[in-house]
């Protein structure tokens, strides 16, 4: 049984006699204690798809859930859900845009290296990597010599995205992009 502290993003941990998806976690250090910090996770139920807000100490001992992984490729969006299929058996997986809201911002045909969480045999999420790669489709044009300076601009990427990139990376580049932290990292 880990410690709240070890609780990880997308985790599932049982509490309250459900099993829950843990979508984001918030550490904090009050004033005032002695060396105690909180965190403050929002969780989705697996079975209703409710939304639970709590706080645990760090030091308090969760029960992971049942959690199964599946390394999939992301093939087709079906109305409000996305469609994957799992890179082994081929099995086709449906999970709704709004439980997947976050990481659908990093997803097109060309991803790779996605991994689909499953609670009791039932799709839940999707773990997306470190970086994904996505194309630039519009933003201010390239300046000449930009790259001696550290400016940057907006750039809206194919799936919707908007980062701030260097002003030498124009509209068509392809760019590498850190998924945990929304930002620009290279080009591709």
Known sequence: MPKASDIKKNAAIEYNNSVYIVRDIERSVPQGRAGGSLYRMRMY???????????????????????????????????????????????????????????????????????????????VGVDLPATVDLVITETDPSIKGGSATARTKPAILSTGLTVQVPEHVSAGDKIKINTAEKKFVSRA
């Not at 029960?63 to 199964?68: E, Q």
């Not at 999939?72 to 999970?95: A, C, I, W």
């Not at 097109?108 to 499953?118: A, K, R, S």
């Open 45 to 123: 139920d697996v079975v209703t798809g409710n939304k639970v807000d709590e706080t645990f100490k760090d030091s308090d001992m969760l029960t992971l859930g049942d959690l199964s992984r599946h390394q999939v490729m992301f093939s087709y969006v079906d109305g409000d859900e996305y469609v994957f299929m799992d890179n082994e058996d081929y099995t086709p997986y449906h999970l709704n845009k709004d439980s997947i809201s976050d990481e659908v911002q990093f997803i097109n045909e060309e991803t790779e290296g996605l991994t689909l969480l499953m609670v009791d045999g039932s799709p």
